[in-house]
């Protein structure tokens, strides 16, 4: 490798201003620090950006997951699709209310699970789908519903609320896409149930966060459903604390032995500053996307495709796969690459590899595509405190790394994922 000043590139640090900073401390010194108005205000905020009717803030995505499949009493007996590219969390909260996991392969060379083989998967057990919008990028949802409409025949409700939709629901798992769109549709109104993290690493951060809205359903009552949320999220209470301030107001019921996952004001306020400032951070992850695609593809690497004619990924993400390599080069490339100062990581490593899942059952070899795209995946930074000469200085030291690879054989021309 050629002589050059090392940089110290972090992977995903939170891009976070004064203002951000000076919105926490006002918050403090409200008195008003739990969920409360500003939550309330986030809320609205992220219901009039997405286009729907409601949004609940929770205190992550696996919350709001969570919750969805309790609120739609799924659970002992019922089964619940998910990919086996993902992370823990899309699986974990189906295991978590008692319901069977069933995982579906990627298709060959794709980040998303193979959607031919979905409708296979769904039997009279099913109660739910949770696709993976991957690295800010919005699944193929028109194949989606294709599937669930092929197999509405087998469709068992078990209570009022499913008796509504009458058919398997589709609940994404949305951490990565906040603000992208598809068809002319933002994330968020086209799933049944959409929800979306705010964590520390996420485009718009909140520290630690979430949020789950829904679509307009003939039928559905938004405040009713609202008012679960908020039960299920705090411990079933009839009340919440902000509601309990009003004079006299003190007594309350539980009606349900319930959780407790709410958002607070502290990051509520932190969220709402993030939030004005969203549009701007989007655009500049779509300018280091570019950069990167300028770089990267002519040498013939495959990358997930953020933007194209119908569609418009909220730039989470810089997935890339090397051609031609396994695991244990795809390894040694990242930590020449860390030698360098660049940190990158893998997104992801499929749940049948994780001994939790093997224990469950799950065998990688069942599925081949999701192993065959893992094994040669990296994951470059992407974020919003990068510069343009370290967008150039991670795409050089890239480029002098693979080189150095005798395994990685080349094939010039834009490859996409």
Not at 37 to 44: L, M, Q, V
Not at 202 to 231: C, H, I, P, S
Not at 318 to 342: F, Q, T
Not at 389 to 399: G, M
Request: proline share 3%.
């Amino acid at each position: 490798m050629k002589q050059t000043q090392v940089r110290n590139i972090p992977f995903s640090p939170p891009d976070i201003t004064d203002a951000e900073i000076e919105e926490v401390i006002e918050v403090m010194k409200s008195g008003w620090i739990t969920t409360g108005p500003r939550t309330k205000e986030f809320e609205k905020k992220i219901a009039e950006y997405v286009g729907v009717n409601k949004a609940v803030c929770l205190n992550s995505a696996t919350a709001a997951m969570e919750l969805t499949l309790r609120i739609f009493g799924i659970g002992p007996g019922d089964e619940v699709i998910t990919s086996a590219y993902t992370f823990t969390a899309s699986a974990s909260i189906i295991d978590h209310v008692g319901a069977k996991i069933v995982l579906v392969d990627t298709a060959p060379n794709s980040f998303e699970m193979d959607y031919s083989k979905l409708a296979e998967a769904i039997t009279e057990k099913t109660k739910a789908i949770i696709p993976v919008d991957i690295a800010g990028r919005m699944c193929d949802y028109d194949s989606i519903f294709k599937a669930v409409e092929s197999k509405k025949n087998l469709f068992r409700a078990n209570n009022e609320l499913q008796e509504l939709f009458n058919r398997v629901i589709v609940m994404t798992d949305a951490a990565h896409s906040f603000g992208a769109e598809r068809n002319g549709m933002k994330c968020g109104q086209v799933a049944d149930f959409t929800c979306y993290s705010f964590h520390a690493v996420k485009n718009l951060t909140t520290a630690e966060g979430g949020a789950v809205v829904w679509r307009n359903v003939e039928g559905l009552d938004n405040e009713w459903l609202y008012k679960q949320f908020m039960l299920y999220s705090l411990h079933g209470q009839s009340k919440d604390a902000l509601a309990k301030t009003q004079k006299g107001a003190w007594e309350y019921d539980i009606v349900y032995p319930a959780y407790k996952c709410n958002m607070t004001d502290i990051v509520a306020g932190f969220g709402l500053i993030q939030f004005k400032r969203y549009e701007g951070l989007m655009k500049r992850r779509k300018e280091i996307v570019e950069m990167y695609d300028k770089a990267l593809l002519p040498l013939g690497i495959n990358r997930l495709k953020h933007f194209g004619d119908n569609f418009s990924s909220s730039g989470h993400l810089y997935l890339i796969r090397i051609p031609g390599i396994e695991e244990s080069a795809r390894n040694e490339i990242i930590i020449k690459l860390a030698d360098a100062g660049v940190t990158c990581n893998v997104h992801y490593k499929p749940l049948p590899m994780f001994t939790a899942y093997k224990n469950l059952g799950f065998d990688i070899e069942h599925y081949p595509n999701a192993f065959n795209v893992y094994k040669n995946e990296i994951t470059l930074p992407l974020h919003t405190l990068l510069s343009n000469e370290d967008v150039d200085y991670i795409c050089d030291i890239l480029k002098e790394v693979l080189h150095g690879t005798k395994s990685v054989e080349f094939q010039v021309g834009e490859q996409n994922v």
